[in-house]
């Protein structure tokens, strides 16, 4: 991603900038769904734009993120003239991770951005995103979960840790990368739950040459499912914990 002009919003801004398109894209890598949300007059579609959700509300990267998708027959260039127009100079930041053209503002506590490709049923889509990053920055209050309490080998670098909240169950999802072999990391993640009392559930290869697996654990009501799969030279590891209320069972 380029840099975003420190003239522009400062180096703070610039900062939350970086880490909410990074978790943006993630959310995106791990296909997150949610339930509907209403349209925000603060933060309002492109023109000319169908506008659904991906999800209302989450927690990822430490922040309250919500994100919504939209579809517009506007241009690249007439959605940020619309951005640049509705915050105003000096109000906003712009950056480039091809093929998504990004523009990003602070709006009291709150950041909100915009970031826009190319494509869908209509000339050009992509996502709105609304996080409490700035107000938790200011107050100091920012953590940034990095795994924290989740089984993984040595020399794991965790990408993601992202935690869902609904009715009766929490989801948690984290995205990991690290140099053993996939089939190491199946191993490890089926002999840790073993030994922690879990019932493996399912443990197939998703692959050839052991490049691919897939496991799924259950201990009660509570369930984990980890897919680990070989990419560019690394393992990444996606596992998505379940646990469930009272009020599911």
């Known amino acids: 991603?380029?840099?975003?002009?420190?003239?522009?919003?400062g180096d703070t801004v610039s900062?939350?900038?970086k880490i909410s398109v990074t978790s943006i894209f993630v959310l995106l890598i791990l296909l997150l769904i949610g339930s509907h949300t209403h349209a925000n007059e603060e933060f309002p579609a492109p023109p000319?734009?169908?506008?659904?959700?991906?999800?209302?509300?989450?927690?990822?990267?430490g922040m309250e993120l919500s994100i919504r998708k939209f579809e517009s027959f506007s241009s690249i260039e007439e959605i940020m003239e619309f951005y640049q127009d509705l915050w105003g100079d000096g109000a906003y930041a712009e950056s480039n991770l091809s093929p998504w053209k990004m523009?990003?503002?602070?709006?009291?506590?709150?950041?909100?951005?915009?970031?826009?490709?190319?494509?869908?049923?209509?000339?050009?889509?992509?996502?709105?995103?609304?996080?409490?990053?700035?107000g938790k920055l200011d107050s100091g209050k920012y953590q940034f979960?990095?795994?924290?309490?989740?089984?993984?080998?040595?020399?794991s670098e965790v990408i993601n840790d992202q935690l869902n909240q609904d009715l009766g169950?929490?989801?948690?999802?984290?995205?990991?990368?690290?140099?053993?072999?996939?089939?190491?990391?199946?191993?490890?993640?089926?002999?840790?739950?073993?030994?922690?009392g879990w019932e493996t559930?399912?443990?197939?290869?998703?692959?050839?040459?052991?490049?691919?697996?897939?496991?799924?654990?259950?201990?009660?009501s509570d369930t984990v499912t980890v897919?680990?799969?070989?990419?560019?030279?690394?393992?990444?590891?996606?596992?998505?914990?379940?646990?469930?209320?009272?009020?599911?069972?």
Do not use: C
């Open 1 to 9: 991603m380029t840099a975003v002009p420190s003239i522009v919003m």
């Open 48 to 61: 000319r734009s169908a506008v659904g959700s991906v999800t209302s509300s989450t927690t990822t990267f």
């Open 15 to 17: 900062k939350m900038l």
């Open 169 to 196: 169950k929490t989801g948690r999802t984290i995205l990991l990368y690290n140099d053993f072999s996939p089939s190491s990391n199946a191993a490890f993640y089926k002999n840790h739950y073993k030994n922690k």
């Open 201 to 220: 559930v399912m443990n197939e290869a998703t692959a050839t040459r052991d490049d691919g697996y897939a496991l799924h654990f259950r201990h009660g």
């Open 227 to 249: 897919t680990v799969n070989e990419f560019n030279g690394k393992t990444s590891v996606v596992a998505n914990k379940i646990t469930r209320g009272l009020l599911s069972r």
């Open 103 to 134: 523009i990003s503002s602070r709006q009291d506590d709150q950041l909100l951005n915009m970031q826009v490709q190319y494509g869908g049923s209509r000339d050009t889509w992509g996502y709105l995103s609304i996080s409490d990053l700035p």
């Open 145 to 155: 979960r990095k795994g924290d309490g989740f089984p993984k080998m040595a020399g």
